[in-house]
């Protein structure tokens, strides 16, 4: 297609990304075990390959056009930008060979049996949402292909950026899928899910914005189950509000967060992964069965729970449950905890305590124990000042 005009988002993407891309690679902290600390650096350098690709594009060398949609639909078949206005119910899919930037300057995209917007190929997938402006993604409840699952539905590393709002309504299965690497930049985003809410196959980052996420299923994943590299969930900023049917905020390996504003007002179980590493931010968290979760079906695999900063309010519902429970072990050297639970730990190996502050129903502990239903074989640890 003809290069038609230049849009003044090309750079400040490209510096953005470059910039955020950076701070990832410097986000983890090394307080805890060897062991964690190699999950920790693994997470952290994989999240920094997915999105280097992202950041290094070249908009400006690829050509600009601007689209306004109709019941049409649009099918993108060569590489570049696209500036979409207006309304569609014939959906947006793109099958390309290159890199695709969209930006949804106002748009509104549905469709009546698959993705309303599908990335079918591209190297990299780009979602801008141009300041100032409403955008809204939907999906009919059946599809003809029932392996695209999501309104939103790429299947090639996908990045979402800009700083205005976006709506999606998963009515189908799940709201925002890619089957590869899915980092969120900033951009309001609402969603509304008959199953997941946003999920990465192979990742899941989170650098800011504003997410509210309502999800029958699960709120934020990423659930790659075949390679132990991937399946990671990352988040280093940003304000998130989950509403959950099952668990909040999940990963199928490791779960990272070192910053942000963190809600989770209604699941199953708030944090779950295979490890959890919190070095920061400000959580507050509900669950119905345990509030932060470390466990593996995999032999072998690497079970932990490591605090090293954040204040975080953990509540349970009564019953069975366990405010923080580890089926391996629990590092706690810094943070803030604030736990209401009839359990508040429940440790299957070995307690670290050396920093921080725990207060369990309103008062504050000199040690941790291991007190859950399921009796784990955890002792207790002093804190060493």
């Given at each position: 297609?003809?290069?038609?005009?230049?849009?003044?988002?090309?750079?400040?993407?490209?510096?953005?990304?470059?910039?955020?891309?950076?701070?990832?690679?410097?986000?983890?902290?090394?307080?805890?075990?060897?062991?964690?600390?190699?999950?920790?650096?693994?997470?952290?350098?994989?999240?920094?390959?997915?999105?280097?690709?992202?950041?290094?594009?070249?908009?400006?060398?690829?050509?600009?056009?601007?689209?306004?949609?109709?019941?049409?639909?649009?099918?993108?078949?060569?590489?570049?930008?696209?500036?979409?206005?207006?309304?569609?119910?014939?959906?947006?899919?793109?099958?390309?060979?290159?890199?695709?930037?969209?930006?949804?300057?106002?748009?509104?995209?549905?469709?009546?049996?698959?993705?309303?917007?599908?990335?079918?190929?591209?190297?990299?997938?780009?979602?801008?949402?141009?300041?100032?402006?409403?955008?809204?993604?939907?999906?009919?409840?059946?599809?003809?292909?029932?392996?695209?699952?999501?309104?939103?539905?790429?299947?090639?590393?996908?990045?979402?950026?800009?700083?205005?709002?976006?709506?999606?309504?998963?009515?189908?299965?799940?709201?925002?899928?890619?089957?590869?690497?899915?980092?969120?930049?900033?951009?309001?985003?609402?969603?509304?899910?008959?199953?997941?809410?946003?999920?990465g196959k192979d990742s899941l980052v989170i650098h800011g914005g504003t997410l509210d996420v309502t999800a029958a299923g699960d709120g934020l994943k990423s659930n790659n189950d075949e390679d132990t590299s991937?399946?990671?969930?990352?988040?280093?900023?940003?304000?998130?509000?989950?509403?959950?049917?099952?668990?909040?905020?999940?990963?199928?390996?490791?779960?990272?967060?070192?910053?942000?504003?963190?809600?989770?007002?209604?699941?199953?179980?708030?944090?779950?992964?295979?490890?959890?590493?919190?070095?920061?931010?400000?959580?507050?968290?509900?669950?119905?069965?345990?509030?932060?979760?470390?466990?593996?079906?995999?032999?072998?695999?690497?079970?932990?729970?490591?605090?090293?900063?954040?204040?975080?309010?953990?509540?349970?519902?009564?019953?069975?449950?366990?405010?923080?429970?580890?089926?391996?072990?629990?590092?706690?050297?810094?943070?803030?905890?604030?736990?209401?639970?009839?359990?508040?730990?429940?440790?299957?190996?070995?307690?670290?305590?050396?920093?921080?502050?725990?207060?369990?129903?309103?008062?504050?502990?000199?040690?941790?124990?291991?007190?859950?239903?399921?009796?784990?074989?955890?002792?207790?640890?002093?804190?060493?000042?």
């Amino acid at each position: 297609m003809p290069k038609k005009s230049k849009y003044f988002y090309s750079t400040m993407t490209l510096l953005s990304l470059a910039v955020l891309t950076a701070c990832s690679s410097n986000a983890s902290q090394t307080d805890g075990s060897s062991t964690s600390d190699t999950a920790q650096s693994v997470t952290t350098a994989n999240a920094t390959t997915a999105e280097n690709a992202a950041a290094t594009i070249d908009w400006e060398s690829l050509p600009t056009t601007e689209v306004s949609l109709t019941n049409e639909g649009l099918t993108i078949t060569e590489e570049g930008t696209y500036i979409l206005t207006g309304s569609t119910t014939g959906g947006v899919t793109v099958k390309a060979d290159g890199n695709v930037r969209i930006i949804l300057a106002g748009a509104t995209i549905s469709s009546t049996n698959t993705a309303a917007l599908y990335v079918d190929s591209a190297e990299n997938a780009v979602i801008e949402l141009q300041e100032g402006t409403d955008n809204t993604i939907k999906d009919a409840s059946t599809h003809s292909d029932s392996e695209i699952e999501g309104a939103l539905h790429s299947k090639a590393d996908l990045t979402v950026t800009g700083t205005g709002n976006l709506t999606v309504e998963g009515n189908y299965q799940d709201a925002i899928v890619s089957t590869d690497n899915l980092t969120i930049v900033s951009g309001k985003i609402t969603v509304n899910a008959a199953d997941d809410g946003i999920r990465g196959k192979d990742s899941l980052v989170i650098h800011g914005g504003t997410l509210d996420v309502t999800a029958a299923g699960d709120g934020l994943k990423s659930n790659n189950d075949e390679d132990t590299s991937k399946g990671y969930t990352h988040i280093i900023g940003g304000t998130i509000t989950v509403n959950a049917g099952d668990d909040a905020i999940k990963a199928e390996s490791s779960l990272t967060i070192d910053g942000g504003t963190i809600t989770v007002a209604t699941s199953a179980e708030a944090l779950e992964g295979t490890n959890i590493t919190i070095n920061g931010g400000n959580l507050d968290l509900y669950a119905t069965d345990d509030g932060i979760n470390a466990a593996s079906d995999v032999t072998g695999a690497d079970i932990f729970i490591k605090v090293t900063g954040g204040d975080i309010k953990v509540e349970v519902a009564q019953g069975d449950t366990d405010a923080i429970d580890s089926n391996g072990d629990l590092y706690v050297s810094g943070g803030n905890f604030n736990i209401t639970a009839q359990s508040a730990f429940d440790v299957d190996g070995t307690i670290d305590y050396t920093g921080g502050t725990v207060v369990v129903n309103g008062e504050e502990q000199s040690q941790i124990s291991s007190n859950g239903p399921g009796g784990g074989a955890g002792g207790a640890a002093g804190r060493i000042n």
